[in-house]
T-cell receptor, first 119, second 114 residues
């Protein structure tokens, strides 16, 4: 079990540039989540996938944000025309959905995050 | 909508003292409850979770939490703090359908004084 990995770990960009982050989930995990964490706050949900399907998007995900998971494995999160307010830690998590009635409450496993700074 | 309140953005304890981090949730039905820990420059690690059954849940690193439905609380405790416990702690909930994203509190930073 190699855990969830995210690349890059740090990204500095100028306002108006596009950036793309990658998340590799734990193998065989078919759910993948993106969260954003700003200073002094808890993570806030952005979007999640089950396999290739994007099942839910939060209102935080403006039209400048797009996420994909083309083959149901890794995922990318792209931010177009970055703004200084986009500066944050972007966290990815993966999980297995509940498969048996005896199981409860899937655990989400988090990656180390990508810290974005927009100048 | 569900929400989580963590009382105290910063808690400081002496090494060996009791750790108590508070978490209250707002939900029309009891949700699933989680505590995560975040060390500097790292992702979140699950400490423990409550889904059903015994209301006192034991987790890793000597932490435990008790679900109290009447108080809508899920406070995290550890009998004796260690220097290595210094980190940010997040309480989170998800509806007990179990298949929706986590809703996090704002976090509590724990400092341990030698």
């Amino acid at each position: 079990d190699t855990g969830v990995s995210q690349n890059p770990r740090h990204k500095i960009t100028k306002r108006g540039q596009n950036v793309t982050f990658r998340c590799d989930p734990i193998s065989e995990h078919n759910r993948l989540y993106w969260y954003r964490q700003t200073l002094g706050q808890g993570p806030e949900f952005l979007t999640y996938f089950q396999n290739e399907a994007q099942l839910e998007k939060s209102r935080l995900l403006s039209d400048r944000f797009s996420a994909e998971r083309p083959k149901g494995s890794f995922s990318t999160l792209e931010i177009q025309r970055t703004e200084q307010g986009d500066s944050a830690m972007y966290l990815c998590a993966s999980s297995l959905p509940i498969r048996r009635l005896a199981e409860r409450g899937e655990t989400q496993y988090f990656g180390p995050g990508t810290r974005l700074l927009v100048l | 909508a569900q929400s989580v309140t963590q009382l105290g953005s910063h808690v400081s304890v002496s090494e060996g003292a009791l750790v108590l981090l508070r978490c209250n949730y707002s939900s029309s039905v009891p949700p699933y409850l989680f505590w995560y820990v975040q060390y500097p420059n790292q992702g979140l690690q699950l400490l423990l979770k409550y889904t059903t059954g015994a209301t006192l849940v034991k987790g890793i690193n000597g932490f435990e939490a008790e679900f109290k439905k009447s108080e809508t609380s899920f406070h995290l405790t550890k009998p004796s703090a260690h220097m290595s416990d210094a980190a940010e702690y997040f309480c989170a909930v998800t509806p007990n359908s179990g298949n929706t994203p986590l809703v996090f509190g704002k976090g509590t930073r724990l400092s341990v004084i030698a």
